[in-house]
């Protein structure tokens, strides 16, 4: 057994697979995003999802004031738009400048070439430790064109692979 505290923890969430996404919001808070894990599915009635949002990301505020968000799950070989939107190197305008971007219904960036991309309207907030649980009702849904997808496990990006079916 192993004592639980903030670094215990974190090593053992690093033994915890997850699909990574690009969660991006616009509107009069301006556009920004970043790269995000904690993405989980709620309920499918109504159709909810949740992503836990450090309060000391730059793209807080603007994801409470604009009330929207995108959540673009990234494919196998777009690792490298996990790095750029997942650091404090590149600013937003060098963010959005990898990719390309169209949007669907909240006017949240979608990323062309995603798995799949989930357009949310912000239902509810709860805070947590040092994080905003945001609660986004999913009012659009795409279907990317790729066919696998990605996953961090073990501080690393592996491919995972979808089965093709009959
Ligand atoms: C694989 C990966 C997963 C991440 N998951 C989250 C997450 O779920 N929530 C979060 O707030 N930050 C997460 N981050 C960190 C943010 O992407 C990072 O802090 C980003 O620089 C925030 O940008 P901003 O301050 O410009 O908003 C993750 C980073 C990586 C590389």
Aim: charged share 15%; with cysteine; glycine share 10%.
């Amino acid at each position: 057994m192993t004592l639980v505290n903030r670094e215990t923890y974190r090593e053992a969430m690093a033994r915890f697979g997850a699909a990574v996404s690009i969660v991006t919001t616009d509107g009069a808070g301006g556009r920004f995003g970043f790269t995000a894990s904690a993405v989980t599915s709620v309920t499918d009635d109504p159709p909810t999802l949740l992503v836990c949002v450090n309060r000391r990301n730059d793209s807080h505020p603007a994801l409470m004031g604009n009330k929207v968000f995108c959540i673009s799950t990234l494919a196998a070989g777009q690792e490298d738009i996990s790095g750029v939107f997942g650091g404090k190197e590149a600013t937003q305008k060098a963010r959005f400048a990898v990719g390309a971007w169209h949007t669907l219904e909240t006017g949240a960036p979608v990323l062309a070439g995603a798995v799949v991309s989930f357009d949310c309207r912000v239902v509810q907030i709860t805070e947590i430790g040092t994080h905003s649980v945001v609660f986004g009702e999913v009012v659009a849904i795409e279907h990317g064109s790729a066919h696998d997808g990605l996953v961090y496990f073990g501080r690393a990006y592996h491919t995972l692979r979808r089965p093709t079916l009959p």
